[in-house]
């Protein structure tokens, strides 16, 4: 059991617009930044959004974050082939003194 | 460019020991925090353990806490993972990685780079 929640599957066609949301609480997602992480299939992790909102270089603005309270979730605009992947939210929990992982949620692009 | 190699995954039977070590370039070491963080096969990502910019404050998962030890060598830009006591559900790929932020509140915030991963695999 995860300590953010994220829904283990969500689906989209080309070029449609799919959101994953990551449910947390006061003390990880309310009171510290949340990042997204993107897992292709055989691959390491690849850093999609840092603190909250802002995108590394190199990733494209079809994907987007967004915080409110202790929820944040995920955006991603003209869904393409190659989003198909799994999607981490992560945030550091003052009372663990650790960094909690949702569980992940499957893209899969139809 | 910022990287970060993992080393010294391997078989090995449980109770006995395992030193990963990931090698950090591209970038200055002694400034940020770095993380261990593991994934069992087919399942999700798990944060195992954080060492600040400097060495100073340490960090571990319940789940490792008092068999594993983190620790950074600063001359020698690597970072470490010491795996004492291994159980069958260690088993994992380790992925080293670089917190977002320099100094000292880097660990408060997430990872930006990872490295490729390392396998371990506990089975007698």
């Known amino acids: 059991q995860s300590v953010l929640t994220q829904p283990p599957s969500a689906s989209g066609t080309p070029g449609q617009k799919v959101t994953i949301s990551c449910s947390g609480s006061s003390s990880n997602i309310g009171s510290n930044y949340v990042y997204w992480y993107q897992q292709l299939p055989g691959t390491a992790p690849k850093l999609l959004i840092y603190r909250n909102n802002q995108r590394p270089s190199g990733v494209p603005d079809r994907f987007s974050g967004s915080k409110s309270g202790t929820s944040a979730s995920l955006a991603i605009s003209g869904l393409r082939s190659e989003d198909e992947a799994d999607y981490y939210c992560?945030?550091?929990?003052?009372?663990?003194?650790?960094?909690?992982f949702g569980g992940g949620t499957k893209l899969t692009v139809l | 460019q910022v990287q970060l190699v993992e080393s010294g995954g391997g078989g090995v039977q449980p109770g006995r020991s395992l030193r990963l070590s990931c090698a950090a370039s591209?970038?200055?070491?002694?400034?940020?925090?770095m993380h261990w963080v593991r994934q069992a096969p087919g399942k999700g990502l798990e944060w195992v353990a954080v060492i600040s910019y400097d060495g100073s404050n340490k960090y571990y998962a319940d789940s490792v806490k008092g068999r594993f030890t983190i620790s950074r060598d600063k001359s020698k830009n690597t970072l470490y993972l010491q795996m004492n006591s291994l159980r069958a559900e260690d088993t994992a790929v380790y992925y080293c990685?670089?917190?977002?932020?320099?100094?000292?509140?880097?660990?408060?915030?997430?990872?930006?780079?990872w490295g490729q991963g390392t396998t371990v695999t506990v089975s007698s």
């Open positions: 591209g970038f200055t070491f002694s400034s940020y925090g």
């Open positions: 990685a670089k917190v977002d932020l320099s100094g000292e509140f880097g660990i408060l915030y997430g990872m930006d780079v």
């Open positions: 992560a945030a550091w929990d003052d009372s663990l003194s650790g960094v909690v």
